[in-house]
């Protein structure tokens, strides 16, 4: 009998200290979630980001640490409308609600825009030629085809070598096609119209390199009176010059 009774107290201890436990646990995770965790997370508690475009870098540090935020300059960029050292974007944007001490990214605008020497490209590769490009701070625009012997072989670059340019400027390429390899018949040109005859020349991917203009009498102003050189055949690509008529001085005091 008193070794059930014994049995029956231990019991009741144990059931005593386990439900202890639970309701200890239930209002830890109580305080913590109502209590420790919204005051490490400042829960309920914001700040609205400011407006700092178009405030001096100086100006913008100061409003923002007045605010109880940090700042950090990620980027600097070129803008004609803004003064030098004069802040052009922010992230977060202004208005934006955020937690105390969060970084405001500004972009700042630069006292001049970089520049760079262009480098020569003709010649070089299609592939060559934009990586050099890339690499100088340029950036790749048009690229355009022209029939030539050598294929993908760069023809033409919109600025000359060696040209000074603000960094980013867009330099556009001429690219050969590879189709210099075949042989075209030169119509005739005498006679024609300036535009019909670079048009022809066009079709069979001839290019016109030079158009002379000789003044000549009794004859419609443009049109072609000779070419050079002055052959049947040409390779696909290749050049011309063209001698196109202009009035003459009597002509137009007439």
């Known amino acids: 009998m008193k ?9 009741k201890k144990l059931l005593y200290w386990i439900g202890g436990i639970i309701i ?5 995770l109580l305080l913590l979630d109502k209590v420790v965790m919204p005051a490490y997370t400042n829960y309920n508690e914001g700040l609205t980001v400011p407006n700092v475009s178009q405030l001096s870098l100086d100006d913008a540090q100061k409003k923002l640490t007045e605010y109880g935020l940090r700042y950090e300059v990620a980027d600097r960029r070129s803008n004609e409308a803004y003064p030098a ?11 934006k609600i955020v937690k105390p001490d969060r970084k405001v990214y500004l972009t700042v605008n630069t006292e001049a825009n970089p520049t760079v020497a262009v480098p020569k490209v003709v ?6 030629a ?5 690499n100088s701070g340029l950036k790749v625009g048009t690229i355009s085809k022209e029939s030539s012997r050598f294929k993908s072989s760069v023809l033409r670059q919109s600025a000359p070598p060696q040209t000074v340019v603000p960094e980013g400027t867009v330099i556009d390429l001429t690219v050969s096609d590879g189709l210099g390899e075949k042989m075209v018949i030169i119509p005739d040109l005498k006679g024609l119209q300036l535009a019909e005859g670079q048009q022809k020349l066009k079709e069979l991917g001839l290019r016109v390199e030079e158009i002379k203009f000789r003044p000549t009498s009794g004859v419609a102003p443009n049109t072609i009176l000779e070419y050079r050189p002055n052959r ?4 696909e690509g290749e050049t011309l010059i063209l001698i196109v008529s202009e009035q003459t001085g009597e002509a137009e005091q007439s």
């Open 3 to 11: 070794s059930k009774i014994k049995a029956t107290l231990i019991n």
């Open 232 to 235: 049947d055949r040409l390779l």
């Open 123 to 128: 010649g070089l590769s299609k592939r060559n």
């Open 85 to 95: 050292n004069y802040v052009i974007d922010q992230t977060p944007a202004a208005a």
């Open 24 to 28: 200890a646990g239930i209002l830890f």
């Open 130 to 134: 934009i990586i050099q490009l890339q």
